[in-house]
Antibody, heavy 120, light 114 residues
């Protein structure tokens, strides 16, 4: 059974940093691209970032480019999102999502999410 | 960026009736070299993560009931629920992955029981 378990969310002040983690199980982690998608309160889904199966392709939404860094560790079956210079508009539930392939761009499994609140 | 626009924003349908949600993209998501539409549909129930329903515009994900179907091509797409069940109450999103940079979603359509 595929499982994606996020952690690392919390309350943080604007301008500070936070690191999200996602531990994957139930599939061969190295064979699939992975992504972060968020949902702000009262808003819809927003794709944040993605990393290909071999980390050869890494892409970001313009809203987080230069502030967020995605990475993956195959030894730990884990995906990360390093978030710096956080803004109030980064407040959201952050989901880890498994790509359908090496890089297809759609997501066949999602975690339950970890909540990030940016507030002073 | 490819902008995805769904209609309506909310919808109330009686149990057993048909529900139809539309999605328009600002540019084509049909890739001519393989004749595939890079369009997916997701269902998000309250308090749960999104669930993949349809990909390549019309391919149903394994385990998804056959009352869910996707259609359309190019820039106009439709998600149809042929006979609404109580458990179908959710927000539905379309998503394009044609030009993966960035991947974009529609704003969502809230489906309720009338």
């Amino acid at each position: 059974e595929v499982q994606l378990v996020e952690s690392g969310g919390g309350l943080v002040q604007p301008g500070r940093s936070l690191r999200l983690s996602c531990v994957a199980s139930g599939f061969t982690f190295d064979d699939y691209a992975m992504h972060w998608v968020r949902r702000a309160p009262g808003k819809g889904l927003e794709w944040v970032s993605g990393v290909s199966w071999n980390s050869g392709t890494i892409v970001y939404a313009d809203s987080v480019k230069g502030r967020f860094t995605i990475s993956r560790d195959s030894a730990k079956n884990s995906l990360y999102l390093e978030m710096n210079s956080l803004k109030t508009e980064d407040t959201a539930l952050y989901y880890c999502a498994k790509d359908n392939d090496f890089w297809s761009g759609f997501f066949d499994y999602w975690g339950q999410g970890t909540l990030v609140t940016v507030s002073s | 960026d490819i902008v995805m626009t769904q209609s309506p924003d909310s919808l109330a349908v009686s149990l057993g009736e048909r529900a139809t949600i539309n999605c328009k993209s600002s540019r084509t998501v049909l890739y001519s070299s393989n004749n595939k539409n890079y369009l997916a549909w997701y269902q998000q129930k309250s308090g749960q993560p999104p669930k993949l329903l349809i990909y390549w515009a019309s391919t149903r994900e394994s385990g998804v009931p056959d009352r869910f179907s996707g259609s359309g091509s190019g820039t106009e797409f439709t998600l149809t629920i042929s006979s609404l069940q109580a458990e179908d109450v959710a927000v539905y999103y379309c998503q394009q992955y044609y030009n993966s940079l960035p991947i974009t979603f529609g704003q969502g359509t809230r489906l309720e029981i009338k």
